[in-house]
């Protein structure tokens, strides 16, 4: 029985939105910054619309070395602005840019019910989660308390927490260290094949993929449709 599962975030536990419905969020977020950054110096508009468009599309995209760029360097460099130029400001910007993707955040029905049932029977839990655009791990805090997760699990691991990002061996690793616990103890569980799966099978976490839109795996890699069905198949706990 793995000692340690790791279980994945978005469209995991909560569904937030798929990669191909992103870029009319990002557009909301990045609406949601600049009106805070505009009410922060009461003036007109610091950058002209057609510009922000183009910095934003500048900057959305991940490191290849899936090093985290942070949400913080990014606003800045989209609204010409200094991170400390106004004390607090950008963490208030990363604030507002969050808001679109929370709005929209459903927890599943089962997400609650199969954490609980999992620490009864003697697993330790750890959400492992990359964050959009390297947004602030105490954001996503907030956020597993919003939905009630914090108190069903032991800890949790934002890509922020280390600066790598799924599926990079580095967050592994991390988590590992952290928790005390071998590879070989640990099971996975999430949503994509590329971070959820390869990931944590590069340093030999096993893993189980949850369809819940369909998504496949390689073969071998056991694939569940819920939560609830992880203490239902033989062998997979």
């Not at 990079?168 to 103890?185: T, Y």
């Amino acid at each position: 029985m793995p000692r340690v599962l790791l279980f994945d975030l978005g469209n995991t536990l909560v569904r937030y939105y798929q990669p191909s419905a992103f870029k009319p969020i990002l557009d909301e977020c990045i609406g949601q910054a600049a009106r805070c950054l505009h009410a922060a110096f009461r003036r007109g508009e610091r950058n002209g619309a057609g510009e922000i468009a183009e910095r934003t599309a500048a900057e959305d995209h991940e490191s290849p070395d899936h090093r985290v760029r942070p949400l913080e360097d990014r606003l800045a460099a989209i609204f010409g602005i200094q991170r400390t130029e106004v004390p607090g400001l950008i963490e208030e910007l990363c604030g507002h840019f969050m808001k679109p993707i929370f709005a929209i955040a459903m927890r599943y029905d089962d997400t609650l019910p199969t954490l609980a049932r999992l620490r009864r029977a003697g697993h330790r839990i750890c959400i492992v989660s990359n964050t959009p655009w390297g947004s602030p791990s105490g954001l996503w805090h907030r956020e597993l308390l919003r939905h009630g997760i914090t108190n069903h699990i032991h800890a949790a691991f934002f890509c922020r927490d280390c600066g790598w990002r799924k599926p990079s061996p580095h967050i592994f690793h991390h988590v590992l260290s952290r928790m005390g616990v071998e590879a070989g103890d640990t099971l996975f569980i999430g949503d994509d094949p590329r971070w959820d799966v390869a990931g944590p099978a590069a340093v030999g976490i096993r893993s189980v993929l949850i369809a819940r839109s369909g998504v496949s795996a390689d073969p071998g890699v056991p694939v569940v449709e819920s939560l609830e069905n992880l203490m239902d198949r033989p062998g997979l706990l």
